[in-house]
Structure formats: structure tokens, C-alpha cells
T-cell receptor, first 113, second 114 residues
Framework: GDSVTQMEGPVTLSEEAFLTINCTYT??????LFWYVQYPGEGLQLLLKATKADDKGSNKGFEATYRKETTSFHLEKGSVQVSDSAVYFCALSGEGGSYIPTFGRGTSLIVHP | DAGVTQSPTHLIKTRGQQVTLRCSPKSGHDTVSWYQQALGQGPQFIFQYYEEEERQRGNFPDRFSGHQFPNYSSELNVNALLLGDSALYLC?????????????FGPGTRLTVL
């Protein structure tokens, strides 16, 4: 079945550092790929998405490129802020009629001033 | 514009009891999905409701059931509670059932089973 693997956290960075959170997936065909962010005590918010190969999703300085050849969707940001501290989830929705979204386990990001 | 709201915020039950969780979707949304998020894990899809019918279901037993009302709000019912049902239950709404539709999540209901 479909699966998503994320790098384990926590990822600890200083403010203005470069961020990469790795995400790889297993799915048949061409799934849609998503990154969600969860701030403490809140529900998930969609950060960005890509629905076909080579698409780049971007939002709030975060970017991720849908790489079919490496089945990856790594999240990057050039300069993180303390306010970016949260848990980040990579997710996919499979191709075909069955909608069942699959989430990774989440990666905690801690940004120090 | 109110986002997705869920009630109650927290709930404590004992094994064997039954629980009902409620969700009001974002204004204009017609589709509601429910997820279970165990501590330190990603959300797991329970089921999705559209036009008052269950459209998709994840790998959850029949103890988990739901309902969608004509105003698109939804309930999640869990019978015969087990300790392992302790989790954050998230509701998400969207406009339509396409896999590319953006889902908007509520803050969740924290269920503790003792």
C-alpha cells in the first residue's frame, strides 16, 4: 500500500539557517503530494502541495519539488524563523478513485533565536 | 469566516463506553473527513462523508461510525472504547471529494480512555 517516510526529528536550527526536511513516498502511479504544518495545540494547516511530477509547491518561503524519479518531496526553506517551530507532516493522496490520504509520522522543527 | 470547529475540546471516558464527537465544517464546504492522530504519529484517515453518505473508509473497525447532517456538520461515534482509542481526533473539511482538494483541519478533540 501507499506509505510516506519522513526524516526523524527533532530538527534543531538557529534562526536564519537553511532547512531541509526529507520526505520519500511509495505509491503507484502519480499521487498528489502535500506538506502540512501543525503548531502546538492546533490542527494541521496545508503548507503547500504539488499534483504532478516536477511541480514545485511554495508558500511562506517554503518550497518542495515533486520528484518522480526519486519518489521524493523534500521541504526546504532558505532562512528559518523562530515562528517556524512546529511539526511538519508530509502526505500523499493516491491516484485513482480511492481517496485515502496517507501521512508521514511528522518531523518536529525547533528554531532557536 | 469561521473555520472548522470541533467539540468537545477534551473528553475522558472509560473502557467499554461510547463517545460522540462533533464537527462543523468551514463555511461553504460540503465534505468532511475524520482522522485519528496518536501521540507522536501522523493522522490516520478514518472515513469521509459527502452528501450525507460515507464515501471512503480507512482501516478502522466498525466500532467507528459517523454521520453527516443536511447542514454538512458531522459526528464521529466510537463504541466499546478501548485504551488504544486514546488519541487526538481531527476533523477536516473541503469543497468536493477530489484528492487534490485542500482540506482545512479543526483543532481536534483529545480523547482519553481510562
Amino acid at each position: 500500500g501507499d506509505s510516506v517516510t519522513q526524516m526523524e526529528g527533532p530538527v534543531t536550527l538557529s534562526e536564519e539557517a537553511f532547512l531541509t526536511i526529507n520526505c520519500t513516498y511509495t505509491a503507484t502511479g502519480y499521487p498528489s503530494l502535500f506538506w502540512y504544518v501543525q503548531y502546538p495545540g492546533e490542527g494541521l494547516q496545508l503548507l503547500l502541495k504539488a499534483t504532478k511530477a516536477d511541480d514545485k509547491g511554495s508558500n511562506k518561503g517554503f518550497e518542495a519539488t515533486y520528484r518522480k524519479e526519486t519518489t521524493s518531496f523534500h521541504l526546504e526553506k532558505g532562512s528559518v524563523q523562530v515562528s517556524d517551530s512546529a511539526v511538519y507532516f508530509c502526505a500523499l493522496s493516491g491516484e485513482g478513485g480511492s481517496y485515502i490520504p496517507t501521512f508521514g509520522r511528522g518531523t518536529s522543527l525547533i528554531v532557536h533565536p | 469566516d469561521a473555520g472548522v470547529t470541533q467539540s468537545p475540546t477534551h473528553l475522558i471516558k472509560t473502557r467499554g463506553q461510547q463517545v460522540t464527537l462533533r464537527c462543523s465544517p468551514k463555511s461553504g464546504h460540503d465534505t468532511v473527513s475524520w482522522y485519528q492522530q496518536a501521540l507522536g504519529q501522523g493522522p490516520q484517515f478514518i472515513f469521509q462523508y459527502y452528501e450525507e453518505e460515507e464515501r471512503q473508509r480507512g482501516n478502522f473497525p466498525d466500532r467507528f461510525s459517523g454521520h453527516q447532517f443536511p447542514n454538512y456538520s458531522s459526528e464521529l461515534n466510537v463504541n466499546a472504547l478501548l485504551l488504544g482509542d486514546s488519541a487526538l481526533y481531527l476533523c477536516a473539511s473541503s469543497l468536493g471529494t477530489s484528492r487534490t482538494d485542500t482540506q482545512y483541519f479543526g483543532p481536534g478533540t483529545r480523547l482519553t480512555v481510562l
